[in-house]
């Protein structure tokens, strides 16, 4: 993108922020007070533990409302994501999606953001990411808060580029059902129960859908080699999510079953697999969490907690390549594979708080052990350079089967209240791991509220990413050692009479980054430092009678090559309209710039990719009270949209949609 552009397009940001709503001072009253109590509104316990207004925390942090999304179109928690300033929805060669945050969260391996599901971490240690939590459907969602850049202090591991808290619905009534013309089908259930002191939901959630026909264009198969490329990807998938709290008194329960199957896409060894439209590819993360709350004294308040987490991935019948490609010339049977990952996590947790004076202050015992419990692999070849096999032989799981790591973790913090405009935010946090020692993460921000309208803030913090297990276990070097972040950030908010402005501009050191090396010898290993420097800019505002506006810029420089599959520039337009009292349309844009491809790879740049997405949505359909209809078009354009792939995969990206998809929801609250 060029200066010039860039500059236009900031003036269209600022000219949509300055331009006054035609509206009467009655209509400007009303609007006041609602976006105040919306403000009240929007807290978070993410940035701090302590529940303050998001724009008041250290750090920017974005709470979106499920409402909300749910009004914009938004069908995933994955898509949602994307309409998030400096974020870019990332899908690799079998389908994995993730989340790449100011550049970073795709950079090289996985596992840079924290990922927490009603506050309860989910990243494996043996992987460092895990796919279901972004399949969430919208429906399921009561907000999504969402913290870019270092969040170590408080999450401890993994919270490196950015920090994800999906939280569920777990009032009311709710029904739902979708239609898609990738022969999909979703449905939703939300009850609600409970009397005399007790509580309880259920939030459930499933869906399947095969998927669009889209072709892979050629893979990394040698020319006159058998492949069956160019032709179908697989990309079916299913989901399957059941969320359960339980409120007793002071104690709570917390029970969560998240599940996400999908096919192999363009296979795990960038060779085109079969369509089958067969799921190949599992997922079962379940959660179990128990906590009391209690007042040890007058103004001092603790909380203790168990989490329980077991995570499992299973791949069935995975393709590896045609059997004549492995010299196999009386077995014409493909090369497959049968692994399984499965990990526990057992966490103990206590916490306490107390207010004293102008002082805040927090503090946390965490004590963690983490143990693989299963690991295997069977490949139907005999050695990994033989011909094929009629067997299903063993060969090494993906980590060892008796891999562990046990970690105890100490959070301190003091919010001190300067004055009552000005917060002052210290916090360290000391992980220290069996396997790999210890590691610091402090934070030091300031947040000063300089009127009723102007919030300035600044923060400097370190963020670690540890390495995985599969890391470890497969390193080049005797050693890994764990990944840092040290970023600083300014940032500037103003309140206009309806809408925001908010602006960060943060610059960032990355040391001892973690890459793999794919050649003799192989194995992962820590490479140099990178920095990189980026400005976003945010506006919320509504314009004149029935329109809305969610708008982002997001511009970084760094250096060339330096930052694989990050985007100079990223440009984010939401705009709603209200076409009559019960009937709303909503146009979602999304722009990112041309890529960087990674050193050594001969191709261009990874060219811009602009997507639009179509919403309307009607209220109290046919005159019955709490049904809504909800109709979409996702790629408006009928464009072919593609991710970016390594060097010497596919010549031509992973397309992961190839025309318009149209869906039909219905949503019933009584």
Same mark, same amino acid.
């Given at each position: 993108?060029?200066?010039?552009?860039?500059?236009?397009?900031?003036?269209?940001?600022?000219?949509?922020?300055?331009?006054?709503?035609?509206?009467?001072?009655?209509?400007?009253?009303?609007?006041?007070?609602?976006?105040?109590?919306? =403000?009240?509104?929007?807290?978070?316990?993410?940035?701090?533990?302590?529940?303050?207004?998001?724009?008041?925390?250290?750090?920017?942090?974005?709470?979106?409302?499920?409402?909300?999304?749910?009004?914009?179109?938004?069908?995933?928690?994955?898509? +949602?994501?994307?309409?998030?300033?400096?974020?870019?929805?990332?899908?690799?060669?079998?389908?994995?999606?993730?989340?790449?945050?100011?550049?970073?969260?795709?950079?090289?391996?996985?596992?840079?953001?924290?990922?927490?599901?009603?506050?309860?971490?989910?990243?494996?240690?043996?992987?460092?990411?895990?796919?279901?939590?972004?399949?969430?459907?919208?429906?399921?969602?009561?907000?999504?808060?969402?913290?870019?850049?270092?969040?170590?202090?408080?999450?401890?591991?993994?919270?490196?580029?950015?920090?994800?808290?999906?939280?569920?619905?777990?009032?009311?009534?709710?029904?739902?059902?979708?239609?898609?013309?990738?022969?999909?089908?979703?449905?939703?259930?939300?009850?609600?129960?409970?009397?005399?002191?007790?509580?309880?939901?259920?939030?459930? +959630?499933?869906?399947?859908?095969?998927?669009?026909?889209?072709?892979?264009?050629?893979?990394?198969?040698?020319?006159?080699?058998?492949?069956?490329?160019?032709?179908?990807?697989?990309?079916?998938?299913?989901?399957?999510?059941?969320?359960?709290?339980?409120?007793?008194?002071?104690?709570?329960?917390?029970?969560?079953?998240?599940?996400?199957?999908?096919?192999?896409?363009?296979?795990?060894?960038?060779?085109?697999?079969?369509?089958?439209?067969?799921?190949?590819?599992?997922?079962?993360?379940?959660?179990?969490?128990?906590?009391?709350?209690?007042?040890?004294?007058?103004?001092?308040?603790?909380?203790?907690?168990?989490?329980?987490?077991?995570?499992?991935?299973?791949?069935?019948?995975?393709?590896?390549?045609?059997?004549?490609?492995?010299?196999?010339?009386?077995?014409?049977?493909?090369?497959?594979?049968?692994?399984?990952?499965?990990?526990?996590?057992?966490?103990?947790?206590?916490?306490?708080?107390?207010?004293?004076?102008?002082?805040?202050?927090?503090?946390?015992?965490? +004590?963690?052990?983490?143990?693989?419990?299963?690991?295997?692999?069977?490949?139907?070849?005999?050695?990994?350079?033989?011909?094929?096999?009629?067997?299903?032989?063993?060969?090494?799981?993906?980590?060892?089967?008796?891999?562990?790591?046990?970690?105890?973790? =100490?959070?301190?913090?003091?919010?001190?209240?300067?004055?009552?405009?000005?917060?002052?935010?210290?916090?360290?946090?000391?992980?220290?791991?069996?396997?790999?020692?210890?590691?610091?993460?402090?934070?030091?921000?300031?947040?000063?509220?300089?009127?009723?309208?102007?919030?300035?803030?600044?923060?400097?913090?370190?963020?670690?990413?540890?390495?995985?297990?599969?890391?470890?276990?497969?390193?080049?070097?005797?050693?890994?050692?764990?990944?840092?972040?040290?970023?600083?950030?300014?940032?500037?908010?103003?309140?206009?009479?309806?809408?925001?402005?908010?602006?960060?501009?943060?610059?960032?050191?990355?040391?001892?980054?973690?890459?793999?090396?794919?050649?003799?010898?192989?194995?992962?290993?820590?490479?140099?430092?990178?920095?990189?420097?980026?400005?976003?800019?945010?506006?919320?505002?509504?314009?004149?009678?029935?329109?809305?506006?969610?708008?982002?810029?997001?511009?970084?420089?760094?250096?060339?090559?330096?930052?694989?599959?990050?985007?100079?520039?990223?440009?984010?337009?939401?705009?709603?309209?209200?076409?009559?009292?019960?009937?709303?349309?909503?146009?979602?844009?999304?722009?990112?710039?041309s890529r960087d491809r990674a050193a050594g790879d001969s191709r261009d740049d990874f060219d811009q990719t602009t997507r639009l997405d179509l919403t309307l949505k009607r209220r109290n359909l046919a005159g019955i009270a709490g049904l809504d209809l909800h109709l979409g078009i996702d790629n408006l354009l009928d464009e072919r949209l593609e991710q970016p792939s390594p060097a010497d995969t596919y010549p031509g990206d992973y397309p992961y949609s190839d025309g318009a998809l149209l869906w039909l929801q219905l949503v019933y609250q009584p």
């Amino acid at each position: 993108m060029t200066l010039k552009a860039s500059s236009i397009i900031v003036g269209l940001l600022t000219t949509l922020a300055l331009t006054p709503a035609v509206r009467s001072q009655d209509s400007a009253d009303d609007t006041d007070l609602r976006q105040f109590l919306e =403000l009240l509104d929007q807290q978070t316990t993410l940035a701090t533990n302590s529940r303050l207004n998001a724009d008041f925390v250290p750090g920017m942090v974005s709470v979106v409302d499920g409402s909300e999304l749910r009004r914009r179109g938004f069908r995933s928690v994955w898509q +949602a994501l994307e309409s998030l300033p400096g974020v870019i929805a990332t899908q690799n060669e079998t389908g994995l999606r993730s989340v790449g945050v100011r550049g970073l969260g795709d950079l090289f391996e996985s596992g840079k953001v924290k990922l927490l599901l009603n506050g309860v971490a989910l990243n494996p240690s043996a992987s460092g990411t895990t796919g279901p939590l972004l399949d969430t459907p919208i429906e399921q969602v009561e907000r999504i808060e969402f913290i870019r850049g270092p969040g170590s202090a408080v999450h401890g591991e993994f919270a490196y580029a950015g920090v994800l808290n999906v939280i569920t619905r777990s009032r009311g009534e709710a029904y739902g059902a979708e239609l898609d013309t990738g022969n999909g089908t979703r449905f939703s259930l939300l009850r609600e129960f409970g009397g005399g002191g007790f509580r309880g939901s259920i939030n459930l +959630a499933a869906g399947t859908a095969d998927g669009d026909d889209i072709d892979s264009g050629p893979d990394r198969t040698p020319s006159g080699t058998p492949s069956y490329a160019p032709g179908p990807i697989n990309n079916k998938r299913d989901f399957f999510s059941a969320i359960v709290e339980l409120e007793f008194g002071d104690i709570d329960a917390l029970l969560q079953l998240q599940q996400g199957n999908r096919g192999d896409h363009f296979g795990t060894n960038n060779l085109l697999p079969p369509d089958d439209r067969q799921t190949v590819i599992s997922e079962t993360q379940f959660s179990a969490v128990l906590r009391r709350a209690f007042e040890i004294a007058p103004g001092y308040d603790a909380e203790w907690s168990l989490h329980a987490l077991a995570h499992d991935t299973e791949q069935n019948e995975l393709f590896l390549g045609l059997s004549e490609n492995f010299g196999g010339l009386g077995n014409e049977d493909d090369i497959v594979a049968d692994t399984r990952l499965s990990e526990q996590r057992i966490e103990a947790r206590l916490n306490l708080a107390h207010a004293r004076g102008a002082h805040r202050l927090f503090a946390e015992l965490v +004590a963690t052990d983490i143990r693989v419990t299963e690991s295997e692999q069977f490949i139907n070849l005999v050695t990994t350079i033989g011909p094929p096999s009629p067997t299903m032989n063993e060969f090494p799981g993906p980590v060892a089967d008796d891999a562990d790591r046990r970690a105890l973790s =100490l959070v301190l913090q003091d919010e001190y209240r300067i004055d009552e405009m000005t917060t002052l935010t210290a916090g360290l946090r000391y992980d220290d791991y069996e396997d790999i020692g210890d590691n610091l993460s402090p934070r030091l921000a300031l947040v000063w509220r300089a009127s009723d309208r102007q919030v300035f803030k600044t923060q400097l913090a370190r963020a670690f990413r540890p390495p995985s297990l599969i890391e470890t276990g497969g390193a080049r070097d005797q050693s890994v050692e764990p990944e840092t972040n040290d970023t600083i950030e300014f940032g500037y908010i103003y309140v206009l009479p309806d809408g925001v402005i908010r602006n960060t501009l943060y610059h960032s050191r990355l040391d001892d980054l973690i890459m793999f090396q794919d050649f003799a010898p192989f194995g992962y290993y820590n490479a140099g430092s990178q920095e990189l420097t980026g400005y976003e800019i945010e506006l919320e505002r509504s314009l004149g009678t029935g329109w809305q506006v969610h708008s982002s810029l997001s511009l970084q420089d760094y250096a060339d090559e330096g930052l694989p599959g990050a985007a100079p520039w990223l440009l984010k337009l939401g705009l709603g309209y209200t076409i009559a009292p019960l009937t709303e349309a909503h146009l979602q844009v999304n722009a990112i710039g041309s890529r960087d491809r990674a050193a050594g790879d001969s191709r261009d740049d990874f060219d811009q990719t602009t997507r639009l997405d179509l919403t309307l949505k009607r209220r109290n359909l046919a005159g019955i009270a709490g049904l809504d209809l909800h109709l979409g078009i996702d790629n408006l354009l009928d464009e072919r949209l593609e991710q970016p792939s390594p060097a010497d995969t596919y010549p031509g990206d992973y397309p992961y949609s190839d025309g318009a998809l149209l869906w039909l929801q219905l949503v019933y609250q009584p």
